[in-house]
């Protein structure tokens, strides 16, 4: 073994599984750099994924594309900063595979989608049940093949989908309460089915999928600038780390480079992003425990930094402003030194909320101690993001996969361990502070330049693949170019993917009333799960 396989995790198990004789041959050059790229013989698919979490890789994701007589299906995997695409084929007219599942939780529901949306059969999977279908469509119909319109071909509502084999539970004091789909706020829809004992959460389940929007589908066909606007829409609270994220992945796929400005612009908004949301997220978390005057100010500093984005970019949300080979809208020096100014004064007005917060015994009593995940359960579900680094989990795209312009950048991930209410809370707080720092370095070296890069026409079947820190977390995109520099798939994988059946595990045993509260300190995009 050479010295560079000893310390690279993708040729250690490259090694690992080729000593394990099983078929694997790696396909070097990287057509998905920097991302490795293994293909498997679809027998070996699950023994792979076994081996893989054996040696330690976290499971991030798995999509599959029709090429006619047969599907692609990759599945994406970490560790210690290295990608790993595991690829495979099976025929479309009787597709099927082991589950990876077996070997990891987050796998389950994935694999379920993928049933769905393209007729894969998870051979031994723990839970065959539907899970997007939602009664749309017919057991035979699979809407991301191929000869599948985008339209649909459902005409009339939707049937209720009453008969979803929710778990139940037997016994004279177990009460089942159903939450949702629509809610007595302005949030998504989203259904929650408890089991509980008196108030105590014996059991939660999450039914999801109500918003499906077709984002994979209606990709399809799309020039680059359509495929940017579209990515910015799947979840539109990250909308700067989805276009992000979707740009890069056609950027690689086009070998095209963005100016060194772009790049320090396109961090910029994703810091501000970041802000914005901690801020609103404190704000929330305040809310759900009546700690009315902590919700108005953090409520009061974002408002002004959305005013800010409007002011400055053109758009409160940021929507729109990060396009392929760079950015759409530039930074003139006097707003420069404002923002500058900006931060400086909402960490001042941070530094004096911080002792009030520290003061108040109520809110530590609403959070100490709920809602915890465990590093153990945090680490097997692959939670990332501020859910993630809550439980110990020290991992963060911009500094563990650096790409411009992080990669000169000192990036500070706060950690907490404890895994409750209050460890998620005091994690988007300091993530908070540490993205004001990376706003002053950004804008003390940000360089002169273009802004934008001509467009270079990939060749057909060009593909590309990125991860983009969020501020829910690691963000990732694939796309495969079609001839005319258009798209013929696009693949995008939110934070909440991965993160929201941890909310299943950390409610138990905590009480009914506290879910509020729970479910607020996970905050799982409904929208960018529900593609």
Known sequence: MTQDAEINPCHVLSLKLAGSDLAVRPQDPSPLSPAKVLELAAADWGKAAAIAQTEGWRWAGVWAEDRGARLDVRACLEKQGCYLLLQTAVESAQPALPSHAHSYWAAERPERQLQDLFGIRFEDHPDPRRWARHQAWGEAEHPLRKDFPAAGTVSGPTPPDKDYAFLKAQGPSVYEIPVGPVHAGIIEPGHFRFLAVGETVLHLEERLGYVHKGIEKIAEGRDPAGLARLAGRVSGDSTVGHAWAGCMAMERAAGLEIPERA??????????????????????????????????????????????????????????????????ADLAADAAAKMGKSVAKL???????????????????RFLGAGILSAELAAALGAVGFVGRASGQCFDVRRDAPYAPYDRLQVRVPLETQGDVSSRFWVRYKELRAALRLLEALLQSLPAGAIVAPWIEPAADAQGFAAVEGWRGEILAFVRFAPGNRIARYWPRDPSVVNWPALEKLVLGNIVPDFPVCNKSVNGSYSGHDL
């Open 263 to 328: 790049a320090s612009l396109r961090g910029i908004l994703a810091e501000r992003e970041r802000v914005i949301n901690h801020l609103w997220d404190l704000a929330a978390l305040c809310n759900d425990v009546g700690f009315a005057f902590g919700y108005y100010q953090f409520g009061r500093l974002r408002e002004l930094w959305l005013r800010e984005n409007r002011e400055w970019f053109g758009h409160r949300l940021l929507m729109d402003r990060i396009v392929p080979g760079g950015v759409a």
């Open 347 to 365: 960490r001042r007005e941070l530094d004096e909320l911080l002792t009030i917060l520290d003061a108040n015994s109520s809110l530590e009593d």
